[in-house]
């Protein structure tokens, strides 16, 4: 999958799309896009052109509200991403629920961030497994006697 068609699925195929399986490939290249655009909202704010006094003040703070209205709008995204990527490790969903509350406390966040990303970063499971068919070879069938 390249970065065109991870961001055309991840954001508008599957953009609140809990099941079934997402690729590393899938995965990766919309963290890209999403970290390239907080980039770039980020140094068009630096960039803010000062015309008036007032001018930079209200610059920044539309950038900040589009930044912001981005965010929100990636948020179910990424965080239906994460699940399937989850799920192409056959692990449930409700852990990367766990993890990400873990996030939230002082100590646990570094462990729960280094988990999430190990977990995101290994080969998912070859062949459907119990949340559906590989991403990457559909046509490939589960032996009954493995």
Known sequence: MGFTEAVWTVS???YAT???????????WFQLFYWLVLLAIFIISI????????APAVT???ITIVGGIFILAMFLP????QVR???DRNI???WYLALFIAGFVPYLNVISGLTIFVISVLRGTDGPNRFGPDPLHPEAIA???A
Do not use: N, T
């Not at 809990?18 to 990766?28: H, I, L, Q, V």
């Not at 990424?78 to 991403?81: H, R, S």
């Open 12 to 14: 508008r195929q599957k």
């Open 18 to 28: 809990f099941s079934g399986r997402a690729s590393r490939s899938e995965c990766w």
């Open 47 to 54: 960039l803010a052109p000062s015309g008036s006094r007032d």
């Open 60 to 62: 920044v703070a539309i």
């Open 78 to 81: 990424q965080v239906g991403l």
């Open 85 to 87: 990527r989850f799920h």
């Open 92 to 94: 449930s969903g409700w």
């Open 143 to 145: 032996e009954v006697f």
